[in-house]
Each structure stands twice: as structure tokens, then as C-alpha cells.
């Protein structure tokens, strides 16, 4: 043991053994809530390779169910079903609060500020979080690890390099893309996309041959005819 610049150091085997299982236990903490393996298709992003490389043969596969709107294609109908309320403006309501929500998902973690449940827990400090990267971000803190993607400029932090590209445009003001229809400009591609369906809901109407009521999809009409029935 000795004494340096006022830090105290021990190198005896207990000290060092009980380190490295600090670290270790830092490590499986993180590893976690961590999801380092990338969909190139789509950007979906799993905790194992094998869910990976599972997810990724739903691309080549068939996908019978297709949305009549923007003809988005899904291997399943319940798939369709969530999507279709991107279209419909259908969301799922807290009973707690005026939010909503299109995913199921996205309610259930929402639902945690109102329960007070913070289901990510620190083992070593015992703080506990709702959100699964504000957890990833306090556990690097006991480390003093630096998270790998994080914006020069804002120290916003990114899980993926990609990410980080894509937000630096904010910064940059860069709006590479581009509508087709009326030429605005974004600087997310995701922004783009969720931009065009309202061109599309604009152009397709189906319209009641009884009483003329106009919907923006085919399914709402099918259900707005029951009322007739």
C-alpha cells in the first residue's frame, strides 16, 4: 500500500480481485440494455447476433399483408393493423394523462411516471431509472467511460455512428432530403417519410355511396359502412 499525491493505492490480490468483479458487474449492467447489433435495412437494432440474423430474413420473406395507402408491405396482419394508425391518426390513449401513444411499447414506458416504477436499477448505487439509456448513461459515470458516439458540439449522446452523422446536420442546417411532390426539405430521412403521407392522404379519399362521408383509408370506410347496416 502506499501513499501518493494523497491518494491512497493498494495492489495486494484482494484489492485487485475485488476490481476487476467492480468491473465486471459495470460491464454486465450495461450489456444489458445494450443492443449492438444493426439491421443495415431497416436500423433495427438487437441485443444478439442470432436475433439479428434472424430478423434479417423477414426481409427476403414474403409479406403478404400491404397497406393500402402507402403500400408498405408486412409479414403479419397485427403489423399492419399498428401501422394502419399512422394513417388513421389512431393512437393509444393513457388513462392517466391526455398523451397517447401509436405503439403499446411506447404506452407501457410512458406508464412508469405515473406508477413511479423505474424498472432499470443501478446495482451498485441503487438508483433506478425509467429509461433504459438514461441507466446506460449513469452506469458509465461509476466507470468514467465515455459513450462512443457523442456530438461535438451539443455532447448529445448517439448509440450508433450513424446517428451521430445524421444529427450533425441539425447543426450544419443541411437538408439533404428532398419531397418529390412539393420539394421540402428535411434533415432526417424519417422526417421525409412521415412528410409524404400527407400527399397521400391528401390524393386517395373513399367516399360513402349513402351518405357521402369521405375517408382516408379503405378500412375506416369498411367500418363507417357497419353504422349503415
Partial sequence: MSNLDNKITCSCEACESFQESYALRLRAMIQKTEKPYVCD?????????????????????????????????????????????????????CQNCDKSFLQKTSLKEHMYFHTGVKPYVCDLCNQSFVRARRFRQHVRSHTGEKPAHVCPICNKILTQKYYLK?????????????????NKAFVRDKKLQQHKLVHVNKKLFFVCEICGKSCNHKTSLKIHMLTHT
Avoid: A, W
Avoid at 79 to 89: A, D, E, S
Fill in 166 to 182: 445524421e444529427h450533425m446536420y441539425i447543426h450544419i442546417n443541411e437538408k439533404k432530403y428532398i419531397c418529390d411532390i412539393c
Fill in 41 to 93: 435495412m431497416c436500423g433495427r437494432k438487437f441485443e444478439k447476433e442470432e436475433k439479428l440474423k434472424r430478423h434479417i430474413s423477414t426481409h427476403t420473406m414474403v409479406k403478404p399483408y400491404m397497406c393500402q395507402i402507402c403500400n408498405s408491405s408486412f409479414l403479419k396482419n397485427h403489423r399492419l393493423q399498428r401501422h394502419m394508425r399512422v394513417h388513421t391518426g389512431d393512437r393509444i390513449q
